[in-house]
């Protein structure tokens, strides 16, 4: 059985233990013995604490010991962790995925579903305790539904196991073209999933949107390994989510006013800023980037707010777009 999975229902039993009436204030012995008759396996001591503290740090749950009694309480009797009630399926389902995504660990995808989790938790913990829905407490941004999710659980399987897979893809304003993918990467940008991977069509590394996607099956042909591949340098120069092959990155310097510059001193345009000129007039950063239409969208986001100064082709290329902006309104 997985590690993941006995986790989980050690921690069904401690829970059973702490909540059993007719046995209040289990020790560790009473507990251990619970899990190993019902586990048949050993369990150590230092384990059992460590179980105790992660369900403290994932269900906040109210674990305390009582010196007098010399056991164990939690010290809201209204508290179970069948207040977060999952059917055999489910369980099974999330120990997969958490098995799965420790493969991920210490990537930004990994953080996201992470993050998705604690506020799902929190928020059902606070619903509870205080008898208020969470949005009254507690808003998080929803995006924007685009499709294309139903592909996530078999790329990420695809990619821990090495699967080549063959993808239909449509094009825009194109025919449906078909791919035997050696997939690499999940990667989200603005509320939109994208897939990184080798094609043998295109003998090259791909990028597709997962809702243009028709559909997935599995592949005989041998996968493709990532080699040198590595997300950080693949998307190194990239506004957003384009990457160009063969393309030269392009040193951009950009003046913003100084209302202006507090903002993006504080949330960077991306992570190759640096602070040029800094005064009471302006506020010079230069970025070393493709040049792409997001790239130009996010400039001219900015309105009167920013000049561009440096290349003198990119900066004749945002003057010509205002001018055609300015003639649609004479």
């Not at 995006?143 to 078999?154: A, C, I, Q, R, S």
């Not at 120069?237 to 384009?242: A, E, K, L, V």
């Not at 345009?269 to 070393?288: D, K, P």
Request: aromatic fraction near 10%; include cysteine; glycine fraction near 4%.
């Amino acid at each position: 059985m997985p590690r993941t999975k006995n986790a989980s229902l050690r921690y069904r039993i401690i829970d059973s233990c702490l909540t059993n009436k007719q046995h209040k204030y289990p020790d560790l012995q009473y507990i251990r013995d619970r899990i190993e008759e019902q586990l048949m396996d050993n369990i150590s001591e230092s384990m059992l604490n460590k179980d105790l503290a992660e369900m403290k740090r994932m269900f906040n749950a109210p674990i305390k010991f009582d010196k007098n009694k010399g056991g164990y309480y939690y010290s809201e009797e209204i508290f179970s962790l069948k207040e977060f009630p999952l059917t055999n399926e489910e369980v099974s389902a999330l120990d997969y995925s958490t098995a799965l995504l420790q493969n991920l660990k210490g990537t930004k995808l990994f953080d996201q579903f992470e993050n998705a989790i604690n506020k799902i938790i929190e928020g059902y913990r606070v619903s509870k305790i205080i008898g208020k829905s969470e949005r009254q407490l507690i808003q998080v941004e929803e995006p924007v539904k685009t499709g294309g999710n139903e592909w996530l659980e078999l790329l990420l399987r695809a990619i821990v196991s090495k699967q080549t897979i063959k993808v239909v893809y449509a094009r825009y304003g194109g025919q449906d073209k078909t791919h035997i993918l050696s997939p690499y990467l999940v990667k989200e940008y603005h509320n939109r999933w994208y897939v990184v991977g080798y094609s043998e069509k295109a003998k090259n590394i791909l990028l597709m949107a997962l809702d243009r996607i028709k559909s997935i099956q599995p592949s005989d042909i041998s996968y493709t390994s990532s080699g040198d591949f590595n997300p950080d340098d693949f998307f190194k120069y990239s506004f957003g989510i384009t990457q160009i092959h063969g393309a030269k990155a392009e040193k951009i310097l950009l003046s913003f006013t100084p209302a202006q510059a507090q903002y993006i001193l504080s949330q960077p345009i991306h992570h190759s800023q640096q602070v040029i000129l800094e005064n009471s007039e302006e506020v010079r950063i230069q970025l070393e980037l493709y040049i792409t239409q997001e790239l130009i969208m996010s400039i001219l986001s900015y309105g009167a707010q920013v000049r561009v100064i440096k290349p003198a082709h990119f900066r004749k290329r945002i003057l010509e777009i205002i001018s055609t902006m300015f003639s649609k309104y004479k």
